[in-house]
């Protein structure tokens, strides 16, 4: 019977230790999160509340923003799994592809993509305009070639040029002139001329054509004696001499003088029916722009694209530090924190770590246990003693 009684006590003070360690490890794990609140008797708030979690909240809310900037999302680590090579060869076919699929490939037309600009008539509006301008154009041109003389009209340089191209057009001349009466029409012309030269004279014509004889030779001798005269260097002087003149009294007289009766109104009427017949702005706007640029795809692909995703992600790259600063992540962590409800909290906690709670909580009776054990066991041997 004695036996048996060491017996029940070991195992009654083994249950007892149990039990509070059991209690005081569930008590502690309880307390990290709960009570939520402040829990009051009058003016005195009770120790331990809120729990743990929710009182220290502020301060996990900063320590996890903290940790999240300086170790979790640091420029470092977007580099790593954003900024690389791969990444950007993905970027890229992703521009390329939107590209083609929404601008250089699209169906819409020109005028399609006005109208969603929210342009519309801009055909219309358009060759309004430029027949405007294009009036006004050419009134300031007719205004401009009718007010003032040649010399006031025509650019200096111009005036230097013709000048200078003068002694040309008088060898041109005179050349034309040689091979013109060398030619059988010109000397058909000079037997005309004589012939009719010497009609016209009667008596004395009559013996003039007896003194030379027939009037061929004297077509001959006429014809020799004027090619000597275009061949001469006075005749150049002369005929260059006449032509300055003639150029340096034109250059006084006022255009208006030279162009009177010109057909002002029938040339721009012309002007702005060509003007008119080439515009066609709505033709030319129903056009998508694959019409306009075939090639655009291969081009884009090859020039545009490689060099705005390149262009991309070192900007990306160099900027990441100050974007990440700019960004505050470790204020946007504590206010979530700060916002995130301390229920939900325990629930996520608890629903990951369970397991490891309950096994805390037989951990710690069955550390009470062990200790009532020898604890009774001290006992019993006292009391022995």
């Given at each position: 019977m004695k036996h048996l009684g060491i017996l029940w006590t070991l195992l009654f003070m083994a249950f007892i230790g149990a039990l509070i360690g059991g209690l005081t490890n569930h008590l502690a794990i309880k307390m990290l999160f709960r009570p939520h609140e402040a829990k009051y008797i009058g003016k005195w708030r009770l120790p331990f509340t809120p729990g743990l979690i929710p009182k220290r909240r502020d301060e996990l809310a900063v320590q996890l923003g903290k940790t999240v900037t300086n170790y979790l999302l640091t420029p470092e680590t977007f580099r790593k799994k954003l900024l690389t090579p791969d990444m950007e060869k993905k970027a890229e076919d992703f521009l390329?592809?939107?590209?083609?699929?929404?601008?250089?490939?699209?169906?819409?037309?020109?005028?399609?993509?006005?109208?969603?600009?929210?342009?519309?008539?801009?055909?219309?509006?358009?060759?309004?305009?430029?027949?405007?301008?294009?009036?006004?154009?050419?009134?300031?041109?007719?205004?401009?070639?009718?007010?003032?003389?040649?010399?006031?009209?025509?650019?200096?340089?111009?005036?230097v040029e013709a000048a200078g191209r003068i002694p040309a057009?008088?060898?041109?001349?005179?050349?034309?002139?040689?091979?013109?009466?060398?030619?059988?029409?010109?000397?058909?012309?000079?037997?005309?001329?004589?012939?009719?030269?010497?009609?016209?004279?009667?008596?004395?014509?009559?013996?003039?054509?007896?003194?030379?004889?027939?009037?061929?030779?004297?077509?001959?001798?006429?014809?020799?004696?004027?090619?000597?005269?275009?061949?001469?260097?006075g005749t150049y002087d002369l005929v260059n001499t006449i032509i300055l003149n003639e150029w340096e009294k034109l250059q006084k007289r006022p255009v208006e003088e030279l162009l009177s009766g010109f057909d002002w109104d029938g040339l721009f009427n012309s002007v702005r029916s060509y003007a008119e017949k080439e515009l066609v702005l709505e033709a030319r706007l129903n056009k998508t722009i694959q019409d306009y640029w075939p090639a655009g795809a291969e081009?884009?692909?090859?020039?545009?694209?490689?060099?705005?995703?390149?262009?991309?992600?070192?900007?990306?790259?160099?900027?990441?530090?100050?974007?990440?600063?700019?960004?505050?992540?470790?204020d946007m962590v504590r206010e979530q924190v700060d916002a995130f409800p301390v229920a939900i909290?325990?629930?996520?906690?608890?629903?990951?770590?369970?397991?490891?709670?309950?096994?805390?909580?037989i951990l710690g009776a069955f550390l009470g246990g062990l200790i009532g054990i020898v604890q009774g066991l001290v006992v019993l041997a006292t009391n022995l003693s």
């Open positions: 390329q592809q939107k590209l083609e699929q929404h601008i250089l490939l699209s169906d819409k037309t020109l005028n399609d993509w006005l109208n969603t600009a929210g342009a519309m008539n801009v055909a219309g509006k358009a060759e309004r305009k430029v027949l405007e301008v294009l009036d006004a154009q050419l009134n300031a041109v007719r205004v401009k070639m009718t007010t003032g003389s040649v010399e006031e009209v025509l650019p200096q340089k111009w005036r057009i008088t060898t041109y001349i005179l050349g034309r002139s040689e091979t013109y009466f060398e030619s059988d029409e010109g000397k058909a012309m000079f037997h005309k001329m004589i012939d009719d030269f010497l009609a016209s004279k009667g008596t004395l014509g009559s013996m003039v054509n007896m003194f030379f004889g027939e009037s061929e030779s004297l077509v001959v001798k006429v014809q020799r004696e004027a090619l000597k005269f275009v061949a001469a260097q081009w884009t692909a090859v020039n545009l694209t490689p060099a705005l995703t390149s262009f991309a992600f070192e900007q990306a790259e160099k900027q990441m530090e100050i974007s990440l600063h700019k960004l505050k992540l470790d909290l325990e629930d996520l906690v608890l629903g990951i770590s369970k397991r490891e709670f309950k096994m805390i909580t």
